[in-house]
C-alpha cells in the first residue's frame, strides 16, 4: 500500500493513504542506508494491523524535492500569507520570503486576507506589483469565506508549504480549507497525545486525496543567505526585460548612470515599491558582507 508521511515524531511516522492515517516505524535498512523518512515522503508500507492502522514503511518513493528547512520532501510550492490591514503587510518581508522561494525554485502564491477591509485601488496597486514578479496574486477574506474556491484551485493535487506572520488570519485560512473534509485519523490523536495543529513539528494537513499543505510556524523576520549582492538583482524578475540596455554591464541598479531599470521604474513600468525593497536589501548585504 502507499501512502503519504504527513507527520513524524518520536520514532512513528503517520502515514496517510488517501482515506487513513496509519502509524508506522520504519525499517532498519533506512538507518543502515544512512536515508532518514521525511514528512512529504511517499511511501510503500505493509499493513501489520488494519483495525488499529498500525503498519511499516518498508520503502521510500524517489523524492522530487527536499527542503531543508523545515525538513520536508516533495513540496510543490509555497503560498505565503500577508494580511491586507490590520496588520499592514510588510513588503519587504514578502519579497525576503520571495527570494527564499525562488533559491529553492519553488513557484510561490502570495495570498492577502483581509480583503473586506481594503479598497479596490490599493489592492491594484498591490496586485500589479506582485504579478509582475511572475507570483499568483490572491484576495480573499477568511472571515466572509471569500475566495477559498480560488485558493483550493491553486492547491489542487499539489502539496504546498504555506507561511506567514502572525496575526494575518493563516490559521482561519486553513481552518476554511478543511470545512466539509471527513478524514479518518485511526488513534493518531490519543497515540501522540498532541493537538492538531502544534507547530512544533512539521505536519502536512489532507485537504484531498491528492492535496496537501504543510503549515510552518509565523515568522516576523528572514535574513538573506548565502547570497552575494552581486546576485539580488536576478531575483528581481521584472528587471530582466529592461537590464540589457543599461550602460553598464555590471549595473547593480542602485547608483550607476544611464541606467535603464531605474528608467523604468521612474516610468511606472516597474513597480516603485519593489524596486525599494530591492535596495533596502542591497544595502544590507553590502553591510553584511563588510562586516
Do not use: W
Amino acid at each position: 500500500m502507499q501512502g503519504k508521511i504527513i507527520r513524524g515524531i518520536g520514532g512513528f511516522y503517520y502515514v496517510h493513504n488517501g482515506s487513513h492515517i496509519y502509524q508506522c516505524k520504519a525499517k532498519g535498512i533506512f538507518r543502515k542506508q544512512g536515508i532518514k523518512p521525511l514528512v512529504g515522503d511517499d511511501v510503500d508500507m505493509e499493513v501489520l494491523d488494519e483495525e488499529a492502522y498500525e503498519g511499516n514503511i518498508i520503502d521510500i518513493l524517489p523524492r522530487r524535492s527536499e527542503i531543508i528547512r523545515p525538513n520536508v520532501a516533495n513540496v510543490d510550492q509555497a503560498m505565503i500569507i500577508f494580511a491586507i490591514a490590520r496588520p499592514d503587510p510588510n513588503f519587504n518581508l514578502l519579497d525576503r520570503f520571495l527570494i527564499m522561494m525562488r533559491q529553492k525554485e519553488l513557484p510561490c502564491v502570495i495570498v492577502f486576507n483581509k480583503q473586506d477591509i481594503a479598497g479596490e485601488e490599493e489592492k491594484t496597486e498591490i496586485k500589479s506589483a506582485y504579478e509582475g514578479c511572475g507570483c499568483r496574486v490572491l484576495f480573499v477574506s477568511a472571515t466572509e469565506g471569500e475566495g477559498m474556491d480560488d485558493i483550493r484551485k491553486v492547491l489542487a493535487h499539489k502539496t504546498t508549504t504555506v507561511a506567514g506572520p502572525s496575526g494575518v488570519g493563516k490559521s482561519s485560512i486553513i481552518n476554511r480549507l478543511q470545512d466539509g473534509i471527513v478524514m479518518e485519523t485511526g488513534a493518531i490523536s490519543v497515540k501522540i497525545d498532541r493537538g492538531r495543529h502544534t507547530t512544533r513539528h512539521s505536519e502536512m494537513i489532507a485537504i484531498d486525496t491528492d492535496t496537501y499543505i504543510l503549515d510552518t510556524p509565523g515568522f516576523s523576520s528572514l535574513r538573506l543567505f548565502d547570497m552575494e549582492k552581486e546576485e539580488l538583482k536576478d531575483y528581481y524578475p521584472e528587471f530582466d526585460e529592461y537590464r540589457d540596455g543599461c550602460r553598464f554591464l555590471n549595473c547593480m541598479h542602485t547608483d550607476e548612470p544611464d541606467c535603464m531599470v531605474k528608467d523604468a521604474v521612474k516610468e511606472g513600468k516597474i513597480s516603485r515599491l519593489r524596486y525599494d525593497n530591492y535596495a533596502v536589501l542591497y544595502n544590507e548585504l553590502t553591510a553584511q558582507k563588510r562586516y
